[in-house]
């Protein structure tokens, strides 16, 4: 029931730059979030997308939804130390439970 | 502050011991999660709950079960605990919006059980 996957597995960058990284899902949405894991930690909520929004802006945080490609992106602009952390999409699972089902992250590395 | 709380940080337990992990939320969210995540293979859904007594299984269910006695409450049980159970566990809760769309899912700080 594993619907969305991250790309890249991993990113290194320095401090300043922007980072990229890409949810590809596998069959029709209605909405889809994002998250960060600080090592060690649970989930934080970061954003949330719906099916009929194209892109979504928090912050230093830019979201994009690509439903004819079934794809989502999340830049985050400016990167900081304090951003190194797993990010996760969550996408509703494919079979009608709906239920968020998360992929195995994006490991972003901020160097100073 | 909105707030889930998990027994705790980390655990270590022996193989066949019966395990407790306890998870609270104080927000009166309807909906329930257990979640274990291991490297490589991100979240991987063990258990929901959608109300009180309620419960469905998810994709990883074996060697596991769940209560849901109270709607804060929300205990992961491993009746036989053995060591490809070690494993970060985490814990979340939502509101449900409408049929097919939930809202963020609010997580604890997990529990990293180690299985000797």
């Known amino acids: 029931s594993q619907q969305g996957e991250e790309d890249p597995q991993a990113l290194s960058i320095q401090e300043g730059e922007n980072a990229t990284m890409n949810c590809s899902y596998k069959?029709?949405?209605?909405?889809l979030q994002w998250y960060r894991q600080n090592s060690g930690r649970g989930l934080v909520h970061l954003i949330l997308?719906?099916?009929?929004?194209r892109e979504k802006h928090s912050g230093r945080l830019r979201v994009t939804l690509d439903t004819s490609k079934k794809s989502s992106s999340l830049l985050i602009t400016a990167s900081r130390a304090a951003d190194t952390a797993s990010y996760f999409c969550a996408t509703p699972a494919s079979g009608g439970s709906y239920i968020p089902t998360f992929g195995r992250g994006t490991s972003l590395i901020v160097h100073p | 502050d909105v707030k889930v709380t998990q027994s705790s940080r980390y655990l270590v337990k022996r193989t066949g011991e019966k395990v407790f992990l306890e998870c609270v939320q104080d927000?009166?969210?309807?909906?329930m999660f257990w979640y274990r995540q291991d490297p490589g293979l991100g979240l991987r859904l063990i258990y929901f709950?959608?109300?009180?007594?309620?419960?469905e299984k998810g994709d990883i269910p074996e060697g596991y079960s769940v209560s849901r006695e109270k709607k804060e409450r929300f205990s992961l049980i491993l009746e036989s605990a053995s060591t490809n159970q070690t494993s970060m566990y985490l814990c979340?809760?939502?509101?449900?919006?409408?049929?097919?769309?939930?809202?963020?899912?609010?997580f604890g700080p997990g529990t990293r059980l180690t299985v000797l």
């Open positions: 979340a809760s939502t509101i449900q919006r409408g049929l097919g769309f939930w809202d963020e899912q609010f």
């Open positions: 927000m009166d969210h309807e909906n």
């Open positions: 997308i719906r099916s009929n929004e």
């Open positions: 069959t029709s949405i209605n909405n």
């Open positions: 709950s959608y109300d009180v007594k309620m419960k």
